[in-house]
């Protein structure tokens, strides 16, 4: 029995319509989770850039211990003092080299358009980098968080330190 054109023209055009549908939804998808990466980019940000501002106005001395969540392998969070942020790309083992290109590269660049020095905060999820300045924050070293970690922050008068909290 020999099936008639008009069900085989109907057969590819349904298969190319579900086909279609599936690059459609993968895309979609793609553009869920980068959106995603973005607002936890944000959020961590405005976290921190809240905690800050109110420390600031404390007593000098205050200090207070925050988790930062990061889903470990996806995600990177660096705190950076530009004196030492080129060694510090250099040394840390587990950056990926568009992370280094950032922190070698690109930062350093960002620093120099403005007249005083800034400090940045960098987050990635996967391959979506951001930057931003918090203002009053200095951390005495750059370091980089992959993990969920503690970070100690400390009022030191004119400036809040920050630096991770160094598991026992």
Not at 120 to 133: G, L
């Amino acid at each position: 029995m020999e099936l008639p054109s008009s069900f085989l023209l109907g057969a590819i055009i349904t298969i190319l319509l579900i086909l279609a549908s599936f690059i459609v939804g993968y895309h979609i998808i793609n553009e869920i989770g980068s959106f995603y990466g973005y607002k936890k980019g944000v959020d961590l940000y405005q976290e921190i850039s809240k905690l800050v501002n109110y420390m600031y106005y404390q007593t000098e001395g205050s200090s207070k211990i925050v988790t930062i969540p990061l889903t470990p392998n996806d995600e990177i969070l660096c705190l950076i003092n530009y004196e030492d942020v080129e060694s510090y790309a250099e040394s840390a083992n587990y950056l990926r080299d568009y992370d280094r290109k950032y922190l070698k590269e690109i930062i350093p660049e960002e620093n120099l358009k403005r007249d005083i020095p800034i400090n940045m905060y960098y987050h990635r999820r996967n391959h979506q980098p951001q930057v931003y300045s918090i203002k009053y924050l200095r951390p005495e070293h750059t370091f980089c968080l992959n993990k969920t970690s503690e970070l100690y922050f400390e009022n030191k008068g004119y400036y809040i330190t920050v630096m991770p909290v160094i598991e026992k």
